[in-house]
């Protein structure tokens, strides 16, 4: 609690699979559960989202952590996207706030609490950003700038991917008319 650096460090260093596994098992049930509770859904389609959420996130931690490496390896630090896949695995954990504000959405209704999910996403989206750009700073000693730049520039891609497809869309309605 004193210094937490070299607790992930050393934490990073063990390159746990199961522990990463653990947040990201955490994450894909947070999510799981703020967008279905109170929708009465059985326990067969609570454990089905559960799963295919859990192999989503996992399939994402590794594309988010290979490019989060792959950037910082190019800016001449040396970074391994093992560790970089524990730490964000790690920060699965966060998204237990969106379970809270679920819970407390779904306990008083007559609040209409819903209408801020966006903002509670943001909010979890924010906390989860500082959260990998602090122990990027711990564990590589790094500037902050460039632990931030490292996370954000994982977007690149899916911006790339939502040109080609408004492009994609903007072509095919062009060809119906």
Known sequence: MDDPAPALRA?????AFSRACGGFAAAALSWVLFFNIGDGISAAALLAKWLVLFVAEVTAGYFLAALCALYLDFSRVKASPAE???????A???????ITMALISAAWPELRLGVLAPVGMLLMWGLKLGYLSRGLVRLYQVTASKAVGAWLCTLVPLAAVAVLAGVFAF???????
Do not use: D, S
């Open 171 to 177: 072509w095919m309605l062009a060809l119906l008319f």
């Open 84 to 90: 970089t896949f524990c730490l964000l695995g790690t």
């Open 11 to 15: 934490y990073v260093a063990e390159k």
């Open 92 to 98: 699965g954990w966060i998204n237990g706030l969106l």
